[in-house]
């Protein structure tokens, strides 16, 4: 098992009010799963992969990666096997420093040394790396990220994550923020490069078309619980339809799918 | 003319503190208020063991390692144990006052008739009095600048960048934040303790009061700097910090030599240096409320 997540729980204080945001989540992944998983705003999605990527302490259970347990581990340490994504693009690149400064960062996990980041081998190395996302960004090495757009960047941390060969990686509604021709052109070298490099992957979606297209497992989430996990030619045979139909019967209203199937930034506006 | 090379003889040793308040400010993003005691705690510990008969270039190193430790104690403060950055630096400073104290024993510390790295190092290189210090200090200040270069450019270094820029993608890359932001500290204050050092040699003492208002001249030194390169690089910021803190001493030498004539004493110069930081740091949100975007 790449990934083991063993009866977690996570309670946030909100003043007196408690919120349970996941209540016994069990799951466990196999080498080269690609997992997608849905879920109404607050079914726990996010603060289930913020407890694997360490940056969320869980309030009871065991995560284990590679047979390692590894819930105490802080954030950084878990780093050195998982690659993350998040839904800003912003999030995930240093604007101030140049291309090749954000990916010599990626090439390698863990504590750094004093040998130089960027040598020609690397550079070369780099122009090579992006050369496959058909972007033209291995010329423009040298330019500060910030001068790239949103869909670049996210190209580009997509690369970053996928880069040291981790053993998992996790994206959190990553191609959410972006405009529909840049959203699939990401999701497309996501999955090219989670197939090159045998990356075991768990990704969030709002889009349900998206989770049944994409990955061998689909996983419904509800209410901190995990109502439906879908393999194989089961997975192959559901559709939008019936996804919406078994929302409906957990409770959720059409609203809240509707609201749920839009980009968040039409959502918050 | 003496004036000019006095300025840039000050400009220079006063650049390495100038260099360290860009690495907390700048590359941090951490407004570190430690240097205005780590400035007299390198200018006590470099003048107590002067006086004690150590070698003066020695003593300087000294100076430069109990500055990393200091810088090491707030970067701790900050990141361990979760307090705020500028309370982490007031505790730092405020500590730092007591201690400087005891190092040196009593408030004032006079180096006259000691030794000094700098006319050691002039006298070493058989180098004229006349424009022998300039030389010195620029060799200095050059040096440190482009070791500090060279480090930016290593693994080690571009994580620290990073740090400051994106805390959130540095974790996710396996980078712990927080032993960058305790590392960017400890380089940061040593060089600032390292100037201490060399300007209490260079003026002929150590007083526990001359580390009042060091940040605000290092910002000054780098925001001025700032304006007039506009770096887009490690290697033009860290020469921005040099010119700018340079233009400041200047700015300062023709204040005490010309600002009597104009109502203005040397007490003064702490108000006009937070002025100039002050409008440095407000000009960008006028300027954008005069394009009409919104703050």
């Known amino acids: 098992m790449i990934l083991e997540v063993c009866g977690i729980t996570k309670t946030f204080s909100l003043g007196l009010e408690k919120v349970e945001a996941l209540r016994g989540i069990d799951l466990a992944l196999t080498q080269g799963e690609f997992v997608t998983v849905i879920g109404s705003n607050g079914a726990g999605k996010s603060t289930l992969l913020n407890v694997i990527a360490g940056t969320c302490r869980p309030s009871r259970g065991r995560v284990r990666i590679a047979g390692r347990d590894v819930t105490r581990w802080p954030a950084h340490r878990r780093a050195r096997w998982i690659g993350r994504v998040f839904q800003d693009p912003l999030r995930g690149t240093a604007a101030h420093m140049t291309l090749a400064e954000n990916l010599a960062l990626a090439l390698r996990k863990g504590p750094r040394g004093l040998g130089l980041a960027l040598s020609h081998a690397r550079r070369r190395l ?124 957990v409770g959720v209203t059409d609203d809240e799918l509707l609201l749920g199937q839009q980009p968040l930034k039409e959502a918050t506006a | 003319m003496t004036l000019f090379l006095h300025a840039v003889e000050q400009g220079l040793i006063y650049g390495l503190m100038a260099l360290g308040v860009y690495v907390s400010f700048r590359v941090l993003a951490f407004p570190d208020l430690s240097v205005d005691g780590t400035f007299p705690l390198g200018a006590a510990v470099a003048a107590a063991l002067i006086i004690g008969g150590w070698d003066p270039f020695l003593a300087s190193l000294v100076a430069l390692g109990a500055g990393m430790v200091a810088g090491a104690f707030t970067g701790i403060l900050a990141t361990k144990f979760r307090i705020q950055g500028l309370l982490a630096g007031v505790l730092t400073m405020i500590m730092l006052y007591s201690l400087n104290l005891r190092i040196m024993g009593r408030p004032n510390l006079p180096l006259l008739g000691r030794p000094s790295a700098l006319t050691a190092a002039m006298q070493a290189l058989h180098l004229p009095p006349s424009w022998g210090l300039v030389l010195v200090a620029a060799c200095l200040a050059l040096g440190c600048k482009l070791l500090l270069d060279l480090f930016f450019h290593t693994e080690l270094g571009t994580a620290m960048r990073a740090t400051g820029n994106n805390p959130d993608m540095v974790q996710a890359l396996g980078i712990n934040p927080e032993t960058m932001v305790i590392l960017g500290l400890a380089l940061s204050n040593g060089l600032v303790a390292l100037a201490g050092a060399l300007v209490a040699q260079y003026s002929g003492f150590a007083d526990v009061g001359m580390g009042v208002g060091t940040i605000v001249a290092g910002l000054a030194s780098v925001i001025v700097g700032e304006m007039l390169l506009r770096p887009r690089t490690v290697l033009w910021a860290t020469a921005a910090a040099l010119l700018g803190s340079c233009l400041y001493r200047g700015a300062i030498l023709v204040a005490l030599r010309y600002g009597g004539a104009l109502g203005f004493t040397a007490s003064d110069l702490k108000l006009l240096t937070a002025l100039v930081v002050l409008g440095a740091l407000v000009a960008p949100a006028i300027r954008a409320r005069l394009r009409g975007e919104e703050a």
């Open chain 1, 126 to 249: 780099l122009a090579e790396a992006l050369a496959p996302l058909d972007m033209g960004l291995e010329g423009r090495l040298n330019e500060r990220v910030a001068h790239l757009s949103g869909g670049e960047r996210q190209a580009v941390t997509v690369l970053m994550a996928t880069l040291s060969r981790p053993m998992l990686l996790l994206l959190d509604e990553h191609t959410a923020a972006l405009d529909p021709a840049n959203a699939d052109k990401v999701l497309e070298i996501t999955e090219r490069l989670v197939k090159e490099n045998g990356i075991t992957t768990l990704m969030v979606t709002h889009r349900m078309d998206q989770a049944l297209r994409t990955g061998s497992r689909l996983i419904m989430m509800h209410k901190g619980r995990v109502q439906l996990d879908l393999r194989g030619e089961r997975k192959q045979g559901f559709t939008v339809d019936d996804l919406v139909g078994l929302f409906r019967k």
